[in-house]
């Protein structure tokens, strides 16, 4: 079946400009979660939605970003004002429901972005 | 709090040789625990995980881990290292109730010939 997609697979964009990354998650997955991998480095939570309870945007690291998620499925994180520290590659990840915990999460293969 | 620690962010084998790679976690409640591999340019895949029941847990590619209560560790390995298994690995944990999923920095594998 359909994994977790993930668009566009890269983004060149100039140093203040507004951009978008695009989740499609698997059917189904009431989970979804956003990360950002900086160049060799690990996994840093962003953002977390489950089912239609309120979102834990606790790992959003500064007002720029933003998430959301309509009708419970794709997902849009939204960076304003662009600066070259918020290059990196950007993960989306879906599972079933999140609060068991015993459920793996399954990854796009993530949008690469370049802030000129 | 959870965390998890993986020792060594980069270890090197010969093909054929033992994979060993390290994790140890702190919860203050029975865990979940994962290890995912992450190819270049893609995502991370699963490649096993711990819930309940039997403590060595099997999983793709020849891999398998086993959870120890009493050393907090879920370490990964693989009798003999392809050439194909050089990516990089990370430990996660979760618990019931918990929502997110905490990721350790990640071990590189280097496979030499």
């Known amino acids: 079946g359909a994994g977790v997609s993930q668009s566009p697979s890269n983004k060149v964009t100039e140093k203040g400009k507004d951009v978008e990354l695009r989740c499609d998650p698997i059917?189904?997955?009431?989970?979804l979660y956003w990360y950002r991998q900086s160049l060799g480095q690990g996994l840093e939570f962003l953002i977390y939605?489950?089912?239609?309870?309120?979102?834990?945007k606790s790992g959003l690291p500064s007002d720029r970003f933003s998430a959301e998620r309509t009708g419970g499925s794709v997902s849009t994180l939204t960076i304003q004002r662009t600066q070259q520290e918020d290059s990196a590659v950007y993960l989306c990840?879906?599972?079933?429901?999140?609060?068991?915990?015993?459920?793996?999460?399954?990854f796009g293969d993530g949008t690469r972005l370049s802030i000129l | 709090a959870q965390s998890v620690t993986q020792l060594g962010s980069h270890v090197s084998v010969s093909e054929g040789a033992l994979v060993l790679l390290r994790c140890n976690y702190s919860?203050?409640?029975?865990?979940?625990l994962f290890w995912y591999v992450q190819y270049p340019n893609q995502g991370l895949q699963l490649l096993l995980k711990y819930t309940t029941g039997a403590t060595l847990v099997k999983g793709i590619n020849g891999f398998e881990a086993e959870f120890k209560k009493s050393e907090t560790s879920f370490h990964l390995t693989k009798p003999s290292a392809h050439m194909s298994d050089a990516a990089e690995y990370f430990c996660?944990?979760?618990?019931?109730?918990?929502?997110?999923?905490?990721f350790g920095a990640g071990t590189r594998l280097f496979v030499k010939a």
């Open positions: 990840a879906s599972s079933g429901d999140g609060g068991l915990g015993n459920q793996p999460q399954h």
């Open positions: 919860s203050s409640v029975p865990p979940y």
């Open positions: 996660a944990v979760s618990y019931t109730g918990g929502f997110k999923t905490i």
């Open positions: 939605f489950q089912g239609n309870s309120a979102p834990d």
């Open positions: 059917s189904g997955h009431t989970a």
